[in-house]
């Protein structure tokens, strides 16, 4: 039986990275350093050879795309965007520490920052749009893909829909690196899982 590859890559850093804010729906650019470490990355390091190349309509993923994968063109998955973080959004949490909200939130006593988006809803976003990108993958008969997203999406969606089984914390990345995940079709269409079976 067929498979698929699918390559979760995490967006370089932005400003925002580099200052420890929470950025989710602000339409940030890489920043310098962001550009010139996925540069680096790319002439250090064998990124997966690909058919097809996904992303979040963020500037900085579609910006890493280009960086990454400056010949192939990217089909954009609206879905893969990062959370709201409502009220949270462009602080650090140095700044929210005396904000009784943001320690709610934080513990997971809440499941959305104020005004933002629901940790559930987050969840639901994902795997819809890493169905998308599955179904497209079978249509167009692509076999190994891309995937440009944000750090907290990709630890989202594993932790929701990957095996082996780990908490969300277990998934982190560092910009420019992600993991590669095997998806066969009898298992992916009876449960939603897939399998994590490298790192990028």
């Not at 698929?4 to 890489?30: C, F, V, W």
Request: hydrophobic residues 40%; glycine residues 8%.
């Amino acid at each position: 039986m067929k498979t698929y590859k699918i390559h979760l890559i995490r967006h370089g850093l932005t400003e925002a990275n580099l200052k420890q804010q929470y950025i989710g729906s602000t339409d940030m650019p890489l920043a310098a350093v962001g550009l010139s470490e996925l540069q680096r990355l790319k002439c250090e390091n064998d990124y997966p050879r690909v058919d097809k190349v996904y992303s979040s309509p963020m500037l900085r993923c579609k910006q890493t795309a280009n960086v990454l994968y400056p010949s192939k063109d990217i089909t954009i998955i609206d879905n893969l965007r990062e959370i709201d973080f409502g009220d949270f959004e462009g602080k650090t949490a140095t700044e929210l520490e005396l904000d009784p909200r943001y320690a709610d939130w934080a513990a997971g006593r809440i499941s959305a920052a104020p005004g933002g988006e629901d940790n559930t809803d987050f969840a639901k976003r994902l795997c819809i749009g890493l169905n998308e990108i599955v179904r497209d993958m079978m249509a167009s008969n692509a076999e190994h893909s891309a995937v440009i997203m944000h750090g907290g999406a990709i630890m989202m969606l594993l932790s929701s829909c990957a095996v082996p089984r780990k908490s969300m914390v277990e998934w982190t990345c560092s910009a420019g690196s992600g993991f590669s995940l095997l998806v066969t079709p009898s298992l992916y269409h009876s449960s939603g899982i897939v399998e994590v079976i490298d790192y990028v």
